[in-house]
């Protein structure tokens, strides 16, 4: 298996499973409705922000993938849009899921030898830095997701 494609199975592995933590996107959001996704807790991001933050760089990648400019910023990866029906959130988890794929499928197809050519710019490392950070990305927000989803559940049964 080429290093890409590895890289590539561990990326898809955190957002559908097979991983080695057990823990990936599709199982942890499995029934998460948007009011419980919507939820405020302390001073936390949501996980509808969370899900949004960890496509938005997904996507960011993926279009640099394609050999578009990378186009994104710090300060709008938590501009989620308003999430006020089941539907608006299913989008969101639906496109989260269909874009995580795609990246997927461009990681697999590029060559080894791209992995340590600049992304884009010097000053944002190599290609492996930034495929082998998104998945490591969606880890560290995968688990934030988990422990907001457990305090919401924990408070609904309290109503």
Known sequence: MTTAAQIAKHFKDVHFGG?????????T???VDWQQATTTVYNLNTIAALVFHINYYVGAISRVMQGMPLEASDKFSFDVPEITSEAAWQDLVNKTYAEAEQLASLIENIADLKLSEAFTDPKYGSYYRNLQGVTEHTHYHLGQIVLIRKIVNEMNQDV
């Open 19 to 27: 991983n080695w933590t057990c823990v990936n996107m599709k199982d």
């Open 29 to 31: 959001l499995e029934n």
